[in-house]
Nanobody, 125 residues
Framework: QVHVVESGGGLVQAGGSLRLSCAAS????????MGWFRRAPGKEREFVTA????????AYTDSVKGRFTISRDYAKNTIHLEMNSLKPEDTAVYYC??????????????????WGQGTQVTVSS
């Protein structure tokens, strides 16, 4: 079992920045990928970004490329999401997730086995 806990959400004005963190604990030795998803009001949960744990390879959805950066602290089993130039449309609950099985595209939600409770990010215009 792996537990993931997000932190760092909040309220920010458009153009501002926030940093989210996600700490994984438990049986983390078989973590294959970790990622961030978000659910905006009235919308389905969507992929934001992910990182392959061993290689550090990253992927981003087009709407956040150049603004968001995912990184990992290998020793602390933690990932971070630096969000810059935030827009009102980035408002959502952000979820951290961990996947243990290879063979899934990083954007596929069924490739993630463990999910956090989510942290609210609100961007005001």
């Amino acid at each position: 079992q792996v537990h993931v806990v997000e932190s760092g959400g909040g309220l920010v004005q458009a153009g501002g920045s926030l940093r989210l963190s996600c700490a994984a604990s438990g049986r983390t030795f078989n973590t294959y990928r970790m990622g961030w998803f978000r659910r905006a009001p009235g919308k389905e949960r969507e992929f934001v970004t992910a990182i392959t744990w061993s290689s550090g390879n990253t992927a981003y959805t087009d709407s956040v490329k150049g603004r968001f950066t995912i990184s990992r602290d290998y020793a602390k089993n933690t990932i971070h999401l630096e969000m810059n130039s935030l827009k009102p449309e980035d408002t959502a609950v952000y979820y951290c997730a961990a996947g243990t099985r290879p063979g899934y595209g990083v954007g596929r939600q069924d490739g993630y086995d463990y999910w956090g409770q989510g942290t609210q990010v609100t961007v005001s215009s």
